[in-house]
């Protein structure tokens, strides 16, 4: 039996993939299906640049804006739930086509998971108390001893990567990079991957970060966004350093409101991070293999 195809159009922030998968699904009777990390988040659609009802237009989109602030998510429910998305497109005779930048995402879509062990709630719990008595530096100085690998890829304030890299090492006594060298298990069968990376010039794409963040500040409404956000962060519905709090411009834009830095820096601070997070990324999609 012949395989069906999946595309899946992938790259950096900005570089203009999500025209590219509207481009596609008119083309090919298609559905847009979301492989993005922020923009599964309903509270920050403007800086996490999701695509409007207007962008969006006639074609379908899936798997955007469906979550809230204070949920959780996982690269593995992630992976099964668009799994099901594939399979629904199939069987409503849609194309799917795959659109966004994170690139875990879309490599445990077409290649799998690494095995990960279970880990006891205690253990869990510990390290949830440490970060919070603590702090997160306490984190990232565990893992520098334990596992220096993992320690040099994370930022010593991303708390729940940190968590989670620290309770694999208690659990089982092998570092997250261990695990993740294993052989993948459980990616997609039955389908082919249709890959396209959009990757503007570097100096193009930088331009474009900046002028869209800009755009999203003066002409959209961002900064409203980010503090309808804080006020539910201030009243404990939702963790500070909750998962969509990591989107891009959020941090910087959230202390121009606490009276921090000026909208000016906070804008600036901003584009930086934003070029670096692109950076990154054009080196992952330049560098790795998707299938």
Not at 96 to 102: D, Q, R, S, V
């Amino acid at each position: 039996m012949d395989k069906k195809t999946v595309y899946i159009i992938a790259g950096p922030t900005a570089s203009g993939k999500s025209a590219r998968a509207l481009e596609l699904a008119r083309q090919h009777n298609g559905v847009v299906i979301n492989a993005d990390s922020m923009q599964i988040y309903k509270d920050l659609p403007i800086l996490a640049a999701i695509p409007d009802a207007k962008e969006m237009g006639d074609i379908p989109h899936r798997l955007y804006a469906f979550l809230k602030a204070e949920e959780t998510y996982s690269a593995q429910i992630w992976r099964e739930v668009a799994e099901a998305e594939i399979h629904r497109a199939f069987a409503e005779g849609l194309q799917p086509i795959i659109c966004g930048g994170t690139g875990f995402y879309i490599t445990t879509l077409t290649k799998g998971l690494s095995p990960m062990p279970d880990v006891a709630d205690d253990i869990r719990a510990r390290f949830t108390q440490q970060a919070e008595e603590e702090g997160t530096l306490s984190l990232h100085a565990y893992m520098q001893t334990h596992d220096p690998d993992t320690a040099a890829r994370l930022h010593p304030n991303d708390t729940q990567r940190l968590i989670r890299a620290c309770e694999i090492f208690a659990a089982t006594g092998k570092p997250l990079s261990y695990w993740q060298a294993q052989p993948r298990i459980g990616a997609i069968e039955g389908v082919d991957f249709e890959i396209e990376i959009i990757m503007p010039p570097k100096d193009d794409l930088y331009t474009r970060c900046n002028r869209r963040f800009e755009i999203m500040v003066a002409d959209m409404g961002a900064l409203d966004e980010v503090a309808a956000l804080d006020a539910r962060i201030a009243s404990g519905a939702v963790a500070p350093d909750a998962a969509v709090t990591r989107t891009l411009g959020f941090k910087e834009l959230q202390r121009h409101l606490r009276g921090e830095i000026s909208l000016a820096d906070a804008i600036e601070l901003a584009q930086i991070e934003t070029r670096h997070y692109a950076k990154r990324q054009r080196t992952f999609f330049g560098n790795q293999s998707l299938t």
